[in-house]
């Protein structure tokens, strides 16, 4: 295969970058800044003088929609928790990717994200996924021990290992993602994402996703009944959750 040399930048091209980096720097900046006026507008209620509610002031005042003011506020949120931890945050797309994992796992995600992709500054899309994996994990799924090879949960993988045991898994999960998004089993499209509906049993079970000789396995506990059930073993954390899902639904009252 042949390689492409590009031509190397121009003393005028470089101050150019160097102006249009900058810009960036501010824009991001004025994005924090504002989040974290609209924040503190909101918590202090300082809009009620004349208007009903925040989201009203927000339209009226800036032609911000509800879900514009929302994302700016958690951009400047997560990014002075992510500041506190020493980390940066380049751009909101970053921020929201971040903000599906609880602070104290933000490290390990940009951890897992580099070392998976191999570049010392990923995207916000590498940085998502690996979120994705992390929140997974979080959520029930377990993870396979460097050195045993069990299913086991994460928290049960030595700190100094969980690079490695969540890379492996966010590596898995990509090929895994690529089957959600097709179609469920019975051919039908996916009313609902797996994890979410697995997410919804928690109110009344203990909801466990653990992976076996066979592939993953979705079990839940009643915890007023005691009563155990078993999903079918299928080779993905997606088809495990749907399968169960097919048999316990269609079974009769």
């Keep these: 295969m042949n390689q492409v040399t590009l031509p190397i930048l121009t003393p005028d091209e470089r101050l150019r970058l160097h102006e249009l980096e ?16 609209l924040r503190c507008i909101q918590t202090e ?16 005042r800036f032609g911000l929609s509800r879900a514009r003011l929302y994302q700016l506020m958690d951009f400047a949120d997560i990014h002075a928790e992510a500041s506190a931890l ?36 990923p995207s916000s899309a590498d940085v998502q ?17 460097p050195d045993t090879g069990e299913s ?19 590596q898995r999960g990509a090929q895994d993602r690529t089957r959600y998004q097709g179609a469920a089993p019975q051919g039908q499209a996916d009313d609902v994402r797996p994890l979410d509906w697995a997410d919804g049993l928690r109110a009344v079970a203990d909801v ?17 009944s005691g009563e155990r059930r078993e999903g079918p073993e299928r080779p993905t954390v997606w088809d495990a959750i749907r399968h169960a899902r097919s048999a316990w639904e269609g079974e009769q009252p």
Aim: aromatic share 4%.
């Design 45 to 60: 209620r300082l809009y009620r003088a004349e208007y009903g509610s925040f989201e009203a002031y927000g339209q009226a």
């Design 86 to 121: 020493d980390i940066h945050v380049s751009s909101e797309r970053m921020a929201r990717a971040l903000g599906l994992v609880p602070p104290d796992d933000y490290k390990l995600v940009l951890d897992v994200t580099r070392s998976v992709t191999g570049k010392d500054r």
């Design 208 to 224: 466990e996703l653990r992976g076996t000789g066979g592939g993953w396995q979705l079990t839940l506990t009643d915890r007023s």
């Design 152 to 170: 086991v949960p994460l928290t049960q993988v030595p700190p100094e290992r969980r690079v490695e045991a969540v890379a492996r898994a966010a």
């Design 22 to 37: 900058e810009q960036v720097i501010v824009g991001v900046r004025a994005g924090v800044m504002a989040g974290r006026a």
């Design 129 to 145: 996924a690996v979120a994705d994996t992390v929140r997974d994990l979080a959520a029930g799924a377990h993870v396979e021990h």
